[in-house]
């Protein structure tokens, strides 16, 4: 087991550099770089921008110099000081502007994936147990529609209910007297208030495909001779179902694990923009529109990042739960 | 495991009699058609199939099916809203014939919006087959026959089945426009990842070892990158000066770029567990050469589960395409797509005031549904373990 971890552990290393690689590469294919893009702007308004101050510029900016001097310095700013350079657009370090909008990414990621399995696991339970009945029928029918509606479709039409019948505007994460204000208690409540309207429209696609799995699963379990041999020897129903082909059907459910946390972070880019919730998501959107390179390698490189500490949570998770995959 | 064993003893000769029973037919019937039969059996698998063929069917007559210019713009009706199909005629008589009233644009004294009432005094009847807005089929045949329409008598009349958008264009023509381009992007899109997955897969799984492992460390590390966050990076860097169509294919190779390691999988996998197969070391024996194993023995045997996928896989495109374009990230008008139509209904407050504009929402949950469906019953169909 230790050794399995260690390897895993190393394996992250160079994956981690390939997507700190590809982050930068991504950021440098738009033609063109942001001060190009700044001059055309400048000039729509009217204003003209000399050549020299443009030099001036590409000389503070380091946009001069060679492609790997660029990556290298990016790269060592970050891992050595933390410093994810200068948002061109926001004349403000990056790392200033992404670490509220990344913390509420995880919140809404973690809460969500939460809420899906507490949804999921009982309900896949009970469609397996009682397949064929009527509400087996509904789940399996809410599950399919659930798989089939991309979440920013039911975020968009959510959105359109709650205006146009309830006069409310559901977007965004707080209210208008916390959205700038400092963190305190009274913002956290605020928050969690807010929370539920994404964590459902972004779980709801996870949760049909967890129910499926789920019951999939235990279907399987549930006709193998030693659960009839359980039943025989006179084990409650409930325990019997829970204590052993549950714990056997849960095995998929942990490996793709590793697959909820950047499905819900992909998923989540889109919802949040048309929901304008504070996260990642929009302002990574705003910042490749603009060019605003660093900021937009920055929120790359953290979402590559926190899907790869995901990959690796489930595979330890996997390898801690079934043994047979540490020696493979 | 392999099919032999758990496929019927073949009966020693043929039942007495002229008369091929049915079981008899099960035992000579191709393996195609074994699929077909039990494709059959899955009713919300063929029910797909139909809505599905019907949409590729609209998608590519869009031209005739539409009843007016895509881009034909009128300013007097804006926002319009989907107008009824009407069997009462001016007079309020019954008639047998489908039309529509007339519309009477009025001014929201507070709002200042324009709002429209249907006029019951002018009732037009909806003709089949009738001239209208001039095209070029597939861009060749010039022509002006539209499947529905008011008729040349009626030209000003607005004929709005589904409403009208901002400037005044007809949805119904616009959305049914917009199957040519989301449809057939999932196409192109999954015809690229499949040749990127056959042969990498292939490559992967037939010859195993070192290149096995690189091609999977590869679509392991593609795997573990976010995807939308990716796709949003690399739409970016399209140049924003480049032309529809370019944009089009940019966005497919986009897709089809990080959408091939699934079938790259699902090609590995079959590869693997059929190299081992009995009736493949019987071919290699027999001395055939690598090329009539792969593709008479093996492929053969395998097509039908990559067929499965694909229809699985197609949907994943058109919902990408989706979205990117309705982040600004995709196609971009005038090019007209499922995508682009939804960017008009972003804003709540117009789609409160117009919600025919998430019409074309409802197209993409219908065809994905259909497709998931679909793939689900060739699925099943094609897994000869199954129940």
Redesign the interface.
Known sequence: MFQYVIRRLLLTIP?LF??SL?AFI??Q???GDFLTNYAAVLAQMGERISDEQLRALQEAYGLNQPVYVQYFKWISGILLRGDFGLSLEWKMPVSQLIWERMGLTLVLTTSTLLFTWLLAIPIGIYSATHQYSKLDYLFTAIG??G????G??LA??L??IA??YFGQ?V?GLFSEQYRNAPWSMAKVIDMLKHLWIPMIILGMEGTAGLIRTMRANLLDELNKPYVNAARARGLPEWRLILEYPVRVALNPFVSTVGWAL?GL???G??IS??LSLPTAGPL??RA??S?DMYL?GA??LL??T???IG?LISDLLLAWLDPRIRFE | MSAQTTAPALPVAKPAGAGRTAEWEIYVASQWRLMWWRFRKHRLAVVSTVIVAFFYFVALFCEFIAPADPDKLSSSYRYAPPQGISFFDENGNFTWWPGVYGLIPSRDPETLRITYTPDHSQWYPVYFFVQGDRYKLWGIWEMDRHLIGLGPEARDVPFFLLGSDRLGRDMLSRIVYGARISLSIGLVGVALSLIFGIILGGISGYYGGMVDNIIQRVIEFIRTLPTIPLWMALAAALPPKWPPEYVYFGITVILSLLGWTGLARVVRGRFLSLREEDFVMAARFCGCSEARIIFRHMVPSFLSHIIASITLAIPNMILSETALSFLGLGLRPPVISWGVLLQEAQNVQTVAFSPWLLLPGVAVVIVILAFNFMGDGMRDAADPYGR
Request: charged residues 0%; negative net charge; without cysteine.
């Open positions: 994956t390939v997507t590809v991504l950021i294919l738009p033609p399919f529609v798989l089939g509606i991309p920013f479709m968009l039409v959105m359109w205006f146009a505007d977007g950047p972070v992909n998923g880019t889109i923009v048309v990574l959107l490749l529109q060019q937009a929120f790359i979402l590559g926190l899907t790869i990959t």
